[in-house]
């Protein structure tokens, strides 16, 4: 059985940062390129960070230089740290999980919801 759980989303105020944590169970973690994606109401779900099983982190312009994906393979955890939060940056953050040899979609959590509102 495959899980990705997410969590860490909340309400918080522009400017403000949340950490946001995905466990993933069922999968060869260290094998797994994992990634943050978000959908915002009335949009297409689009990539915001992506760690590869090896290699460097990349990022979507929109949050280059505000949040951090990083990984921890003893811990089967993926972590989006977010700072400098911005009301465009409300979404459901989901997690995902592919293969590194595969070119399927791979697995998704159910998502978390990051508000960012005064």
């Known amino acids: 059985q495959v899980q990705l759980v997410e969590s860490g989303g909340d309400l918080v105020q522009p400017g403000g940062s949340l950490r946001l944590s995905c466990e993933a169970s069922?999968?060869?973690?260290?094998?797994?390129?994992m990634a943050w994606y978000r959908q915002a109401p009335g949009k297409q779900r689009e990539l915001v960070a992506a760690?590869?099983?090896?290699?460097?982190?990349n990022y979507a312009d929109s949050v280059q230089g505000r949040f951090l994906i990083s990984r921890d393979n003893a811990k089967n955890t993926v972590y989006l740290q977010m700072t400098s939060l911005k009301p465009e940056d409300t979404a459901v953050y989901y997690c995902?999980?592919?293969?590194?040899?595969?070119?399927?979609?791979?697995?998704w959590g159910q998502g978390t919801q990051v508000t960012v509102s005064s």
């Open positions: 760690v590869p099983w090896v290699g460097n982190a």
């Open positions: 069922g999968i060869s973690f260290g094998r797994y390129n």
């Open positions: 995902n999980a592919r293969h590194y040899a595969s070119s399927l979609l791979g697995y």
